[in-house]
Each structure stands twice: as structure tokens, then as C-alpha cells.
């Protein structure tokens, strides 16, 4: 059987996650990591959602610049 091999994206932040819902990338799950006692969103790595990372680096990148 030919198993496709994913990497994962554990995000640890909830704004990150939420931008990343809105952009219509879909989480695998909402977990608790019990060795940090953090909640974590987990996403498969693909091009959807690093173009929706790209976005939210460079919206908030610019939000930076607002009061210049």
C-alpha cells in the first residue's frame, strides 16, 4: 500500500488559528499538549495553508506600519 507521508503544523496560537479558520484552512484537530499544558490547533502542511501564513505575516507585518 503506497502511504502519502504529511508534515504537520501545531499551532499554539488561537489568533494564528483564527485567521487560519477564516481563511478556510481546516484544523485536523484542537488537542492539549500534556508536556507544555497548552491547547494547540493541528493543520497538514500544504500550499493552502502556508499562503494563508504568508497572509497573516504580512497583514499583521503591515498593521505594525498603522500610526506611522
Do not use: P, R, W
Request: net charge negative; charged share 35%; aromatic share 14%.
Amino acid at each position: 500500500m503506497n502511504k502519502k507521508q504529511h508534515q504537520f503544523f501545531y499551532c499554539y496560537n488561537k489568533k494564528v488559528s483564527d485567521f487560519l479558520k477564516e481563511q478556510g484552512v481546516e484544523c485536523i484537530t484542537v488537542a492539549k499538549d500534556i508536556k507544555k499544558d497548552q491547547i494547540f490547533s493541528l493543520y497538514i502542511i500544504d500550499d493552502k495553508l502556508q499562503a494563508a501564513l504568508d497572509a497573516y505575516d504580512e497583514y499583521y507585518s503591515k498593521g505594525d506600519k498603522v500610526n506611522e
